[in-house]
Every structure is written in structure tokens, then in C-alpha cells.
């Protein structure tokens, strides 16, 4: 199966999690897929949230049948975060006396993920040109404007499905559809992370993801291999 796989990473990074902003606003620890399904809609051109739309803005509508996998680059998956704190100045930011809102935003530091994209339709291909000719319409970033991307060492390649077992996965996955050997496991990293959008709100449907070094012991989807990373895709 052909693929791309190249290198996404940045200074920082700010995935916001919905669920919580009494104090702060927090991020989840990793890119996710509909994040990530923006980021190429910025570097094809697609419009977004501020267009109008029917049921998903176009950069969705257009890329949701993309089949991508996420590899941390980041020993156990889990990166530094930190709490920034700024002032939002702009008149209609707050009621607050002074109309100055105070935001506290908890940052990725120095993220860095080996991402793979099927190459299996239109778009796909249309964004692999655009990523190997070092090419884009708008600026990609990482969840929000003040996290520029970068891509790099981006090329296409085959993958062959793994068929040994006892193997290890270096993607994150749906947890629900692989089991492991658990008894000797090192590490183990999960979260509810956002795997598509809903038809109806367009809000988050999340799916428990996972990553750890214990070996495979049975898997319902495929595992694919590049010869130096075992990845799942969803």
C-alpha cells in the first residue's frame, strides 16, 4: 500500500479540550485526527468554521474519508506541557472591568509526530503533491495560529501488512481493537481523543486511543509495517 510519511512537528502546540475552561483551558496530549484533518484543509486551501456550510465546513467534507496514522515521537507518547498565560486586550474579549481578558492555555512544548496518510483517493493524492513541493494556500499550524507547523522529510512509500506476532505498535490506536500482553508491559499512554465530527453538531465523537510497548496478542484491524515502524490507521 502506498503512503506519505513525513514529520509534523513545532515550538508548541494547543489542541483545546472542550471539556474543561473554568480555570484554564487544557489541551489534549496529542494531535488528533479532525486537528490534524484541518491542518491539511489550510495547506489544500479548504474553507473552515467561518464559512457557511450545510453539514461539515468543506475542509471536513472533503478530507473525512482520509485514513492517517500518528506516531509520537516522544518517549512514552506524553510531551512537556506548560500553563501560558496572556492578556486578550480586543474590546468584545471580555465584560470584565477594562474589557481585558486574562487567558491560561496549557501548551504542548516541542511536539513532534511521524504522521502516514493512505494514499487510496483524490484527495490523498492531492495532498500528498502538495506536501512533497513544499506547497500550501494557507498556513498550517498546530491547533491554533500561534503554533506554526513544520513538515518535513515528506515522502511516499509502501507499507506491507505485518503479519508476525508478539509485535509492537509505535502509532497510536483504537484502543477497543487490539488487545496486548499486558503482564509485560513498560509503558501505557491513553486518552480519549477526538476521532471525527458529528453529522448533526459537528462536535467531537472520541474514541479511548493507546500506546504502549506491549506486544500485540490479538488485533481486529490490520497493522501495516514500513520496516521501521508498526502502524495502525483509522
Known sequence: MEALKFILKGKTAFFKNPEVNTYYYFTYGNIHKPALLGLFGAILGYQGYESDFDTY??????LKDISVSIVPNKENGHFYRKIQYF?????????????NLIVKEQWLE????????????????KLAQMILNKQCIYTPYLGKNDHLATIEDAKLIQLQEQKSSDIQIHS??????????????KFKYEEYLPISLKESTNHYQLEKMLLTNAP???????????????VTFY
Request: glycine content about 6%.
Open 172 to 185: 497510536l490506536s483504537i484502543a477497543s481493537t487490539i488487545q496486548f500482553h499486558w503482564h509485560i508491559a
Open 87 to 99: 492578556n486578550n486586550s480586543v474590546g468584545y474579549a471580555s465584560h470584565e472591568q477594562g474589557g
Open 110 to 125: 516541542n511536539p513532534e509526530w511521524t504522521i502516514y496518510v493512505q494514499i487510496n483517493n483524490e484527495e490523498s493524492q
Open 57 to 62: 465546513p468543506e475542509y471536513y467534507e472533503k
Open 216 to 230: 500485540v496478542k490479538k488485533s481486529d484491524i490490520v497493522i501495516y509495517t514500513d520496516g521501521e515502524k508498526n
